[in-house]
């Protein structure tokens, strides 16, 4: 008995020295701490006590909220520009990644059917960007939605008539090209982030209405069409940042627009020709063959009280309002500067008539005061000749002793 309770002694002794140790160890480096940096942060505050209570060989007792708190303290991993780069040229090289990780393209079919798990790809590319490293794909996910968010923000930014443009494509001389780039030597991902995000749209509410359903067979869905959650092989491994990215499965028995649209009719006026309220009470359906049609497949005419008045048909027409808005003001600013563009040429072209007109007019002085030069001084070699014929006529009458402006020589040699 006494042996027994010895080793039971050496053994309750063995952590009390461990912690006891351990105790003294923490507080030295936190000492050391507060010595060279001079300032106390919550994360050694919490790190020192934390390995102060819990020593290494005594983790498995520790409860699993208290090591996710210690664990949830360290720092977030800083990117650099090489990083982002870096991750961005191997998204660009592998068409797998661009399918498993960007936006649908628009246009494209069961595009939702041919994507990866998001989470596998984050491991890949994680373990070609840091090898050597413990895996976590959420650092690649976080990375990426940020980038994403970064693209559209500059997006934004551009002119709508280089927004969709590569800059290798722009014109020299274009007044969009010195921006883009400036904006390639400022963030040297956007152009191959511009490159793969070209023709990729999110799930907008025009999307939504006229994307054609898409129907998994055997497979669960709620009332928003969501994906199901039981199926291990499903191609998206979705999380709630990347729901509104993948507009493909949220359009499950949602009818195209134009229907939806054709369904509302407006009945003629009487006053209007060729109205006939008999054959406007014949074409509208009765509730009895309301009642009877198939219900197969969603129709607002069957119900449009509860159609028109549930709190998503209002969210999704407030986000139609809001993107017909933004369609209307973009579409605004592309004429104004359109008008714009045709006042400035049409102001050059103005210039240059006019400036063609002066130089005509100038030419045309120019002329007349050459004639005019000429006829004078054509004048002037007439009156000259005419002087010196008049001298030569003098000199040889006088030689013949005869005046040239009187007779009177002649009639004196008669006398």
Known sequence: ?????????????????????????????????????????????????????FPPSSQSLI???????????????????????????????????QNALLPSREGTEDDANNKLRKEPVCREIFQNLFPGVPVDPNRIKTKLR??????????????????????????PSSPSYISRSALAQRLP?????????????????????????????????????????????YPMDESEDDTPRDHANHAHSVPPLLDMLGDVSTPPLPSQPGSNVAENNAATPTPSQRSSAPQDTFSPSASPSS????????????????????????????????????????????RREELREYERTKREQMRLQHEKDEKEREERVRAQERQ???KMVRLFAGHKGVDPECNTGYQDSRH
């Not at 551009?158 to 927004?163: C, F, I, N, P």
């Not at 969210?315 to 008008?339: H, N, P, T, W």
């Open 63 to 97: 409860p699993f909220s208290t090591r996710y708190v210690a664990a949830s303290n360290k720092k977030n991993y800083i990117w650099s520009t090489e990083d982002i780069v870096r991750l961005v040229t191997t998204i660009y090289s592998e068409e797998r990644y």
């Open 189 to 233: 991902w956007f152009e191959k982030m511009h490159e793969m995000m070209n023709g990729r749209v999110p799930a907008g509410p025009i999307r939504l209405y006229t994307t054609l359903p898409i129907t998994f067979p055997d497979e669960p869905f709620d009332i928003a069409g969501a994906a199901p959650t039981n199926n291990p092989g």
């Open 388 to 390: 010196m014929m008049l």
């Open 307 to 350: 159609s028109l008045s549930s709190p998503a048909t209002k969210r999704k027409r407030g986000a139609m309002d809001q993107k017909r808005d933004s369609i209307a003001e973009a579409f605004y600013k592309s004429s104004v500067e359109s008008l714009q563009i045709k006042l400035k040429v049409e102001q050059e072209r103005t």
């Open 146 to 171: 940020w980038l994403i968010t970064a693209y559209h923000k500059e997006k934004k930014k551009l002119s709508l008539t280089g927004a969709g443009t590569l800059l290798r494509d722009l014109d």
């Open 1 to 53: 008995m006494s042996s027994s309770s010895d080793d039971l002694e050496d053994a309750g002794s063995q952590p009390c020295s461990a912690l006891s140790a351990l105790s003294a160890q923490s507080a030295q480096s936190f000492a050391s701490n507060i010595q060279s940096t001079g300032e106390l942060s919550s994360t050694d505050l919490q790190t020192s006590s934390a390995s102060a209570v």
